[in-house]
């Protein structure tokens, strides 16, 4: 049990009762009584929700960690992308109640069957144009933000930058359109554009997924 305890982080709190544990920390007694049964299927209904970020990020590995060390098939509940991206060997993708999309989790992100998987999986999210003002024969253009460029110059798209988000080893910049809405651009790396400057921006058409009206992927 102190083994498990210190895989938890609650070996300080070892001595003391459940009714002076904080809900995340009782959250972590409940997978500790869980996992030293060594049951032969876990079933995590979002384990990790009343957890602070640091914890989170830490438990992610540690569970990944569990997850091969114990063999056990493991079923795990989320409404968090990070979490399903990083602990999965297989996603299945529900809305309502309905199947959209079983698959690994880079399959998911690469190859989406429609508008609701490709925009659930990744953060930030997918862009979505309207395809048809871009002089293209279908509905929806769906781009990953890495595969927008942009510049001050050339372009296809004329925006506005509305705000940065400079995070070190990557920027986003969040440009505003006429006709698409809000287009989010990353950038690896430290990159700077005026607030409320004039810029365009063009999407790797190579890179992009063509939708039809209802949403659901087209495919050559």
């Known amino acids: 049990m102190e083994e498990v305890g210190g895989i938890l982080g609650l070996t300080p709190y070892l001595e003391r009762r459940p009714a002076d544990l904080s809900g995340g920390q ?3 007694v409940a997978m500790g009584r869980a996992i030293v049964r060594r049951p032969k299927v876990f079933l995590f209904d979002e384990p ?3 957890l602070d970020a640091k914890l989170r990020t830490q438990m992610r590995a540690e569970i990944k960690r569990l997850h091969k060390r114990l063999g056990a098939t493991s079923i795990y509940v989320t409404h968090d992308q990070v979490e399903a991206m990083t ?3 297989k996603i299945v993708v529900l809305r309502d109640g309905r199947v959209e999309q079983i698959g690994r989790p880079m399959d998911l992100y690469n ?7 490709a925009g659930f999986i990744g953060s930030p999210q997918m ?3 309207k395809a048809r003002l871009l002089g293209l024969g279908f509905e929806t253009l769906g781009i990953r933000p890495e595969h927008l460029a942009i510049s001050a110059g050339a372009g296809q798209i004329e925006g506005q930058v509305s705000h940065l988000e400079k995070l070190g080893g990557e920027t986003l910049t969040y440009v505003r359109t006429e006709d698409h809405g809000l287009l989010t651009v990353r950038q690896f790396g430290e ?5 409320d ?6 999407p790797d058409q190579e ?3 063509r939708f039809d009206a209802e949403g659901r992927r087209l495919r050559d």
Not at 191 to 195: A, C, G, L
């Open 87 to 89: 602990l999965a060997d």
């Open 197 to 202: 400057g004039t810029v365009r921006v063009t």
């Open 48 to 50: 990790l929700s009343n």
């Open 127 to 129: 862009n979505f144009l």
């Open 191 to 195: 990159h700077d554009h005026p607030v």
């Open 26 to 28: 009782r959250q972590r």
């Open 111 to 117: 190859d989406p069957d429609n508008t609701f998987v």
């Open 207 to 209: 890179r992009a997924f």
